[in-house]
């Protein structure tokens, strides 16, 4: 029987807000109302946010009965419905490897997560502090309003937990910092800038929980005795911005931001700052400057933020997913949260996993788990069960990691140590398709425009290996040209003001460390054994093979494939951009790469 508990919640996170999830939505509730639902019994439907498994959008969950549904259109409303009272829909249900899986529990995308950041997100409405509270939002505060700041500061310290968004220094240690200085005021500041490619972590987090980073913030005000701070958002989050301004406004309305923070003697303020889009504006010292007005330019740090940050006042900045993990702590202790993870990397790691491969989206598990866990276990492995080749963590300033590592526990220490890092979490799989000295030259390219150029090192490095890995990538790399990268990195390790020039080394290093053979072959031989680099590769289709489906012609952008349906077609080298598009289009692996003539 339906009740009035039963809820249905639609994922209306960014990437299921482009599949039409606000129009299945509307869809349910309007399929609601003309049975007259909504007038014998109350059904809720919540706009949630991301449930996690992007590629599978837009999911619906049935509660309390958990039953999720996938790739929801409009037409399935009615289906829906029924299944409330009637049957499962159950060609909406998640299938895998042959199963077919009813609850979230069961999906084995999200049975190996453990979720703390993320655990009211796609749960629910981000837009209701009734809904946050009603899941203990706001009860970690109120243990912390009866605490001191020293006694919140030590509950942070034992709970272990380190900074995520990239650099992993102790969240208490740094409270404890910036804490010990009397010079007033002292500001709390929130890193709301995410811009690493393929990275949308932190923009999900504070779309579907947006009271989460409230509350951490509120917390860690407390902790260093600031009565203003700041939540810095990159300005193409409009969404999570929204969410952010809302939940904020409903926390001043309830009393838990202003002049008394639920009914105590103690205040905060927070407002928003956008950011303009710089992505080294992440840097700590950048933006800071950015808040202030400035250009968003790094500074030397022989004087840390914690001593003289905003407005040249003692600051703490964290990450949003620091921030959300707070509350946490201290309404369930930070015993609780340190059994989490492993000796040096304490609690949980969100990711945003991308790429080639079968399952995407946002990911929650204990550190420590393993990249094949990630990329196998959780993600299904590699689209169309090719072979894997490399994982690319931390962003831009991290580095590639091939299958032989693939057994690596991820978390902060032991990624540093092959020349890569956790980063703030963005995880692109590649498959055999994927050219290495590409990717490398890729990110370079991505980070020589994002660098402020304010030093010689960083400005002028990242010049010379983007012209030496296009030259490379284009044929016209020579002898000499992978130890000159090498030297180049070296030096912008040790010479770069910020961590984006000291760091834009890790693809170039491991790239080469690991897929040097892909380089030589560039080099030596002229050719891209990934079939990628247009100026060294051309594409034939193999007539044995070809089935005449027409769906290379199809997806070829120059018109540059012939051939009657059900014949083998052939492909014209004059016309071929070498895009491709074909390769990808074939179902039947008919698509050769070979070296394209001198």
Not at 394 to 416: A, K, M, N, Q, Y
Not at 574 to 591: L, P, Q, Y
């Amino acid at each position: 029987m339906i009740n009035g508990t039963d809820k249905i919640l639609v994922c209306c996170g960014t990437s299921c807000i482009a599949n039409g999830a606000l129009d299945v939505a509307d869809a349910i509730e309007a399929e609601l109302r003309a049975r007259n639902l909504g007038e014998s019994v109350e059904v809720q439907v919540t706009r949630t946010g991301c449930s996690g498994e992007c590629e599978q959008g837009p999911i619906v969950r049935l509660m309390p009965r958990d039953t999720m549904y996938y790739r929801v259109k409009v037409a399935d409303a009615a289906a829906i419905v029924d299944s409330l009272e009637g049957e499962l829909a159950t060609k909406l249900l998640y299938k895998r490897d042959g199963e077919t899986y009813e609850h979230m529990d069961d999906n084995p995308f999200y049975a190996l997560q453990h979720k703390v950041v993320l655990k009211d997100v796609g749960i629910i409405d981000p837009l209701s502090l009734d809904d946050y509270r009603a899941r203990g939002g706001y009860e970690g505060l109120k243990k912390a309003l009866e605490m001191t700041p020293e006694q919140i500061i030590d509950e942070v310290e034992k709970s272990g937990l380190r900074g995520k968004g990239g650099a992993g220094f102790p969240t208490g240690r740094k409270w404890r910092s910036a804490a010990s200085y009397d010079e007033w005021p002292h500001y709390i500041v929130c890193n709301g800038d995410e811009g690493d490619p393929g990275a949308f972590m932190d923009g999900s987090t504070m779309e579907g929980s947006p009271h989460a980073v409230i509350e951490g913030m509120i917390i860690g005000a407390l902790a260093i005795c600031a009565e203003e701070g700041v939540l810095y958002i990159r300005d193409e989050y409009a969404l999570a911005r929204d969410h952010i301004q809302h939940a904020i406004d409903d926390a001043y309305a309830a009393g838990i931001l202003g002049e008394s923070i639920m009914g105590t003697k103690h205040k905060l303020d927070l407002s928003i700052v956008r950011g303009g889009g710089a992505f080294v504006c992440g840097e700590s010292t950048a933006l800071m400057a950015s808040i202030e007005g400035r250009v968003g330019e790094p500074r030397a740090k022989y004087i840390r933020s914690v001593q003289r940050g905003l407005f040249d006042h003692p600051t703490v900045l964290n990450n949003v997913e620091t921030l959300a993990s707070i509350p946490t702590i201290l309404r369930e202790g930070a015993e609780a949260y340190a059994r989490i993870g492993t000796e040096g990397s304490k609690g949980t790691k969100v990711f945003a996993m991308v790429g080639k491969v079968k399952h995407t989206g946002l990911v929650e598990v204990p550190m420590g788990t393993t990249l094949r866990t990630l990329i196998y276990d959780i993600g299904g492995g590699i689209i169309d069960d090719r072979p894997f080749k490399a994982i690319q963590t931390g962003g831009p300033s991290g580095g590639c990691i091939p299958e032989s590592l693939l057994d690596l526990p991820v978390d902060f220490d032991t990624l540093t140590e092959y020349g890569a890092m956790m980063g703030s979490g963005g995880m692109i799989v590649m498959d055999d398709r994927s050219c290495m000295v590409e990717v490398a030259r890729y990110y370079v390219d991505f980070l020589c425009e994002e660098s402020c150029g304010k030093c010689t090192p960083c400005r002028e490095g990242l010049r010379q290996m983007r012209a030496i890995l296009t030259d490379i990538c284009e044929g016209r790399g020579k002898p000499g040209d992978i130890e000159l990268l090498e030297r180049i990195c070296h030096t912008m390790e040790d010479a770069s003001l910020c961590a984006l020039g000291r760091t834009a080394a890790n693809p170039v290093l491991t790239t080469i460390k690991f897929f040097r053979d892909e380089y030589e072959a560039h080099i030596n031989d002229k050719t891209c054994p990934a079939g990628v680099c247009a100026k060294l590769t051309q594409f034939a289709i193999e007539a044995d093979v070809c089935t005449g489906c027409g769906m290379c012609s199809r997806a070829c952008p120059a018109g540059a494939i012939a051939g009657e349906r059900k014949q083998a077609h052939v492909i014209d080298p004059a016309k071929c951009i070498a895009c491709g598009s074909c390769r990808e289009a074939c179902r039947f692996n008919a698509v050769l790469t070979e070296r394209r003539p001198a």
